[in-house]
C-alpha cells in the first residue's frame, strides 16, 4: 500500500467492505480494498476485508460511511 493512505472500514465480511467501496467511488472518492482474509484458515481465524482511502479524503469518507450506517445518506453529496 502506497503511503498517505489511511484505513476507514474493515468488516469479516467481503460484500459489506464492497459496498463500502461502490459507495465510496460514486461519491468520488478513490478507494481499494485490502483482503486481509487468510484462507488457509477459514472461519477458525477470519481476517478482514480492510477499504483504504487517500489520507486527503478522510474525514468526508468517514462522515459517508457514518450516514450510510444511519440511513441518512445521499450520492454525490
Known amino acids: 500500500m502506497e ?3 489511511v484505513k ?3 468488516s469479516q465480511t467481503p460484500f459489506e467492505a464492497e459496498i463500502i467501496k ?3 467511488l460514486e461519491n468520488e472518492i478513490e478507494a481499494v480494498i485490502v483482503n486481509r482474509q487468510d484462507s488457509s484458515f477459514g472461519t477458525m481465524l ?3 476485508d480492510e477499504v483504504y482511502v487517500h489520507n486527503s479524503n478522510e474525514g468526508k469518507a468517514r462522515e459517508l460511511i457514518a450516514a450510510s ?3 441518512t445518506i ?3 453529496q
Open 22 to 24: 461502490g459507495m465510496l
Open 8 to 10: 476507514v472500514f474493515g
Open 46 to 48: 477470519p481476517g478482514m
Open 69 to 71: 450506517r444511519e440511513g
Open 3 to 5: 503511503k498517505d493512505w
Open 74 to 76: 445521499e450520492n454525490n
